[in-house]
């Protein structure tokens, strides 16, 4: 069975974040795409805009100094345009690490995704972590 277009699209996306890829990252997204980080810390926040997430995503990087890692485990579509991946996180950061599951809830539309919606699998460790 062939994998739902809207789900390569995401594995498209964490492959090309996994390498550091950012022009292939912004060409997967539409210009007005938003990232939408919880919690309550330095990326906490709505990032709105292709250029406002590639620079939440340049910023991770250089906080965790190049360790921020994500591992995907599985994506879903619903075929009405919304994906759901699941994945792991590993990090350090000074004298921190973490090592976390979550997802992102990606909305796509025309091929391109316009809208992430993070979700971690402890809020109190994620706060703690980017203090």
């Given at each position: 069975?062939?994998?739902h277009p809207d789900c390569t699209v995401v594995r498209q996306g964490y492959e090309a974040?996994?390498?550091?890829?950012?022009?292939?990252?912004?060409?997967?997204?539409?210009?007005?795409?938003?990232?939408?980080?919880?919690?309550?810390?330095?990326?906490?926040?709505?990032?709105?805009g292709r250029e406002a997430c590639l620079q939440?995503?340049?910023r991770i990087i250089e906080e965790?100094?190049?360790?921020?890692?994500?591992?995907?485990?599985?994506?879903?579509?619903?075929g009405r345009?919304?994906?759901m991946a699941v994945h792991k996180t590993y990090a350090d950061r000074g004298d921190r690490g973490?090592?976390?599951?979550?997802?992102i809830f990606f909305t796509i539309v025309g091929g391109k995704v316009s809208d992430?919606?993070?979700?971690?699998?402890?809020i109190d460790v994620e706060n703690e972590f980017w203090r």
């Amino acid at each position: 069975m062939a994998e739902h277009p809207d789900c390569t699209v995401v594995r498209q996306g964490y492959e090309a974040f996994g390498k550091g890829a950012m022009e292939t990252l912004a060409g997967l997204m539409t210009s007005d795409a938003t990232h939408h980080v919880p919690g309550q810390h330095i990326l906490s926040g709505h990032h709105k805009g292709r250029e406002a997430c590639l620079q939440l995503y340049s910023r991770i990087i250089e906080e965790t100094n190049g360790t921020y890692r994500v591992e995907l485990q599985d994506v879903f579509a619903d075929g009405r345009g919304h994906v759901m991946a699941v994945h792991k996180t590993y990090a350090d950061r000074g004298d921190r690490g973490v090592e976390m599951p979550g997802g992102i809830f990606f909305t796509i539309v025309g091929g391109k995704v316009s809208d992430l919606d993070e979700c971690v699998g402890d809020i109190d460790v994620e706060n703690e972590f980017w203090r």
